[in-house]
T-cell receptor, first 113, second 120 residues
Framework: DQQVKQNSPSLSVQEGRISILNCDYTNSMFDYFLWYKKYPAEGPTFLISISSIKDKNEDGRFTVFLNKSAKHLSLHIVPSQPGDSAVYFCAARYGGATNKLIFGTGTLLAVQP | NAGVMQNPRHLVRRRGQEARLRCSPM?????VYWYRQLPEEGLKFMVY????????ESGMPKERFSAEFPKEGPSILRIQQVVRGDSAAYFCASSPPLLAGGPNYYNEQFFGPGTRLTVL
């Protein structure tokens, strides 16, 4: 039962253009959503997050949008840079006493120079 | 401030042996989480621990797997009688104590570099 889904396994974008990574979820109990970036042979690195009571959060070149009615979130990277090439994981947190995260399967972003 | 440390980085075991994976959280962090990443999949939550206490083990397989976070020393994920299906990358994360809950507050989890377990 995949509660957090990233339907695009890969995405290729030209340097300087916008990268849009998408994520869908099924559980209404999630109260926080996060994006992590991961390079090979390294652990995930936190990128940006959004609370379920917000619809947008921006941090420099990164913006996350949340559409609760559609149970959909997206990460926008503008402008994209070659150093952004990595696997991006969407994750959601259950509300309540646990801080556990449910991850999607990841999207491999390749930014072409 | 050193990050989350995991050792070993690579571990090879034969079927039936035991695997012990260690995680030292960041300084000041008292909460530890273990996740497993199977090939071509995302990270899957296994267990959430505080010092000397298991908070949530809903993702742990019922048999052969155990975890602890003692008062002193690193957190240990132990896999007994390993099988080939246990081959995966195991990631540990740590966070400071949860001061509050709800959608207004998130306690960031910082991940270690992972231990890649290969079962022959």
């Amino acid at each position: 039962d995949q509660q957090v889904k990233q339907n695009s396994p890969s995405l290729s974008v030209q340097e300087g253009r916008i990268s849009i990574l998408n994520c869908d979820y099924t559980n209404s109990m999630f109260d926080y959503f996060l994006w992590y970036k991961k390079y090979p042979a390294e652990g995930p690195t936190f990128l940006i997050s959004i609370s379920s009571i917000k619809d947008k959060n921006e941090d420099g070149r990164f913006t996350v949008f949340l559409n609760k009615s559609a149970k959909h979130l997206s990460l926008h990277i503008v402008p994209s840079q070659p150093g952004d090439s990595a696997v991006y994981f969407c994750a959601a947190r259950y509300g309540g006493a646990t801080n556990k995260l449910i991850f999607g399967t990841g999207t491999l972003l390749a930014v072409q120079p | 401030n050193a990050g989350v440390m995991q050792n070993p980085r690579h571990l090879v075991r034969r079927r039936g042996q035991e695997a012990r994976l260690r995680c030292s959280p960041m300084k000041g962090h008292s909460h530890v989480y273990w996740y497993r990443q199977l090939p071509e999949e995302g990270l899957k939550f296994m267990v959430y621990l505080q010092k000397e206490n298991i908070i949530d083990e809903s993702g742990m397989p019922k048999e052969r797997f155990s975890a602890e976070f003692p008062k002193e020393g690193p957190s240990i994920l132990r896999i007994q009688q390993v099988v080939r299906g246990d081959s995966a990358a195991y990631f540990c994360a740590s966070s400071p104590p949860l001061l509050a809950g709800g959608p207004n507050y998130y306690n960031e989890q910082f991940f270690g570099p992972g231990t890649r377990l290969t079962v022959l």
